[in-house]
């Protein structure tokens, strides 16, 4: 007779598919090192040029907060998709980890969506605002 765990239960009965999960958390997983690429290319480009832009009395300090709680929100999107896919290869995804993990990529992706919408407004770097607001409204 072999054991078998409440988590294991409750993901069978949750009726999820491997096929509505798996493209969903590949879209979402590309998009999210997208948006950490580029904002990583930024944030190395900004703070390679920071002196000369602090000499000159720009200091990009908008720039860097921006670039940087792009990459550290993503990352933390990015650490919890991995989290539930690997919870559901062990088989112990349930309903409730799936949620709460929502909820705080939801609120992640909509404060990196505010951020980027300021940004686009206020500043005239307007290309790469403007990738990151497509690829933030791809997330969404």
């Known amino acids: 007779m072999s054991s078998v765990s409440l988590d294991q239960i409750l993901c069978a009965r949750a009726g999820w598919r491997l096929r509505y999960l798996i493209p969903c958390w590949i879209f979402v997983i ?3 090192l997208c948006l950490m690429g580029i904002f990583a290319y930024r944030l190395a480009e900004t703070l390679e040029h920071y002196n000369d832009n602090k000499e000159q009395g720009q200091a990009p300090v908008v720039e860097l907060l ?9 990352l933390i999107s990015l650490v ?6 690997s919870r559901m290869v062990t088989d112990s995804l349930t309903p409730f980890f799936m949620l709460f993990s929502q909820g705080i990529k939801l609120a992640l ?7 980027d919408v300021t940004v686009y407004v206020q500043r005239t770097d307007a290309n790469y605002s403007i990738i ?9």
């Not at 921006?66 to 993503?74: D, H, I, L, M």
């Not at 919890?80 to 896919?85: H, P, R, S």
């Not at 992706?109 to 951020?115: D, K, N, Q, T």
């Not at 990151?132 to 969404?140: K, R």
């Open 66 to 74: 921006w670039e940087g709680t792009n990459v550290g929100f993503n």
């Open 80 to 85: 919890l998709n991995i989290i539930e896919v």
């Open 109 to 115: 992706a909509l404060a990196i969506l505010g951020l």
């Open 30 to 32: 590309s998009v999210l």
């Open 132 to 140: 990151a607001l497509a690829l933030d409204c791809g997330l969404l």
